[in-house]
DNA sequence: CTTGACCTGTGTGTTACTCACAGCTTTATA
DNA sequence: TATAAAGCTGTGAGTAACACACAGGTCAAG
C-alpha cells in the first residue's frame, strides 16, 4: 500500500503535523478517500501534490482562502494567475501594513522596558493599577514618584 | 447622569467600537454595574479608569489575558509590577520573532512579484496548478515555460 | 489473548474582536 | 397622540489557522 499515505505519514514526509493536515482535510483543501474498512484518510498522488501546492503558496503569503479560490479556478480549466496577481498584491500591501504596526509597537515595547529599568516596583492604589503601565505615555521622561512605591 | 455612561457614549469617548467595550466587559476585564430597568450597562469612574489601564497596556503590547492577570494582582492589594516586567520581556521577544518571519515572508513576496512581471499567464495542466506558484521556489532563476502558457 | 504504544476522527478551544439580529428607546413627523 | 423611522442594546455566532483533548481503533510483542 505504498501508493496511499495516511495522515501522519504523509504529516511526516512534509514535515507539518497531523493536525495541520486534518485541518487541511476538514476546509475541504483536500478531499482524500477514505479507507472504506475503518475510515481512516488515505492520501494519494493526486492529494500530496495538492499539499505540496498549499505549503508553497501559503510560503507566498496566500491565505488558505486564497488557496482554496485559486485552486478552484484551476480545476475549471481556467488559468489562475490573473487573479493569483491580484490577491498577491493585495496580501503585500497588508503584509506591509501589518509589519509596519508591529514595529511601531516593538518601539513603544523597548522604549518601555529601558524606561522601567529605573523604576521601582509600586503598590497598587486606589488611583492606579499599575504606574509602570500608566505613567508611560503620559510623563515620557519625568516620571514623578508618588507614594505607592516602596524602596 | 452625567455620572455614567452607556457602552456606545463610552465608546465614543475613548475612540474604539462599542463591540470592543462589549467585549472587553464579556472577557470580564470590565464589570459595569446594569441599570435594573434595562439591563443596560452603566459605566462609572472606575470603569472608565480600567477600560483607560487597558487600552495603554494594549498599546504596550500586552494580551487582554496578561491584562486580566496584572489588574487581578493588583486588586488582591499586591505590586503587578514584577510581573508586568517578567511579561513583558516574553512578549518582546515574541514580538521580534513575529516581525523577523514576517519580514521573510514579505521578502518572498516582494520577489515573486517582480519575478512574475516578466512570466505570462498558464492554464493549469493535470500536473500543475499555477506556474507562478509552483515553479517560483525550485528553479529561482532558470524558469522554464511549457506548452501550457498561451501568448 | 492481552498489554501497551501508537494512531484515528471529531469536538472544542484559542485571540481579539466583528457581524447579525430581534427587540427596546428615543426622536421626528403627522 | 399615534406612529413610524432611526438608533441603540444584549447576546449568539463567526472569523484564521491551527492545537489540544479524548474515546476508541489498530498493530506488534509477548
Not at 18 to 27: E, G, L, N, P
Not at 115 to 130: F, L, M, Y
Request: some cysteine; overall charge negative.
Amino acid at each position: 500500500m505504498s501508493t496511499s499515505l495516511t495522515v501522519s505519514q504523509l504529516a511526516k514526509q512534509l514535515e507539518i503535523s497531523a493536525d495541520t493536515v486534518r485541518h487541511y482535510v476538514r476546509s475541504g483543501l483536500i478531499s482524500p478517500e477514505r479507507d472504506p474498512e475503518n475510515g481512516y484518510k488515505r492520501f494519494k498522488g493526486e492529494d500530496i501534490k495538492r499539499l505540496h501546492f498549499i505549503l508553497q503558496a501559503k510560503s507566498l503569503g496566500f491565505s488558505l482562502a486564497d488557496i482554496q479560490t485559486i485552486m478552484d479556478q484551476a480545476s475549471h480549466g481556467e488559468s489562475p494567475c490573473p487573479q493569483v496577481r491580484v490577491i498577491m498584491e493585495a496580501r503585500l500591501k497588508e503584509t506591509a501594513a501589518k509589519i509596519a504596526a508591529m514595529q511601531a509597537t516593538y518601539k513603544q515595547m523597548q522604549d518601555a522596558m529601558q524606561r522601567w529599568q529605573t523604576q521601582p516596583d509600586c503598590t497598587p492604589t486606589g488611583e492606579h493599577i499599575c504606574h509602570l503601565i500608566e505613567g508611560f505615555s503620559h510623563q515620557a521622561d519625568n516620571f514623578k514618584q508618588e507614594g505607592c512605591c516602596h524602596e
